[in-house]
């Protein structure tokens, strides 16, 4: 279902491969560093993560110097987890985190990497406009201060905070 419901809204946003007002893309941005294992504290809802908890992303070096994506969530109704897989490429060179994502063929979305401490630990990441946002993490349940200066970026690039959905991580109906 959620590989069902994340096809469906790219393939929406088909060609919709641009910056929302306001955002602009890190840079410099080391795809190397960004690498690994990346946990969803929050997101603004969209139908193909709703219901999800405990939600990750893992970026891997793919071919020819893309990144494969695998998405993965708990669905606590049916117990079982829900995965999607995809590639990203970059948009705008190798040093500007401004990608696209794909998850189906030829549709890709936009992947905009806006906010990223020094250290590869936080990352602000928005879709092609207000409508998708969402804070990742190294750590499932990063500080306060994180969440703050998350919501501020967010506020000050005119994206719905008081939407966001803050996700749970940890125990879960899924094992």
Not at 104 to 117: K, R
Not at 141 to 170: M, T, Y
Request: charged residues 20%.
């Amino acid at each position: 279902m959620f590989r069902t419901c994340l096809i469906a809204a790219l393939a929406i946003t088909a060609g919709c491969v641009r910056l929302p007002t306001g955002v602009e893309p890190v840079s410099p941005f080391e795809a190397e560093r960004y690498l690994g294992t990346w946990y969803e504290v929050a997101r603004l809802d969209h139908s193909f993560e709703r219901g999800l908890s405990q939600v990750t992303a893992e970026y891997s070096s793919g071919e020819d110097g893309t990144i494969t994506v695998i998405n993965r969530g708990c669905n606590a109704e049916k117990a079982e987890w829900d995965q999607a897989e995809g590639t990203a490429r970059f948009v705008e060179g190798t040093d500007t985190g401004f990608l696209k994502v794909s998850f189906f063929g030829p549709f890709y979305g936009t992947y905009a990497v806006f906010g990223l401490d020094e250290d590869y630990q936080h990352a602000f990441v928005s879709g092609p406009n207000h409508d998708y946002l969402w804070l990742l993490a190294r750590e499932p349940n990063p500080g306060e201060e994180v969440k703050q200066a998350f919501v501020d970026a967010a506020s000050k690039r005119g994206f719905p905070v008081d939407e966001l959905i803050w996700v749970e991580q940890g125990n879960s109906a899924c094992q």
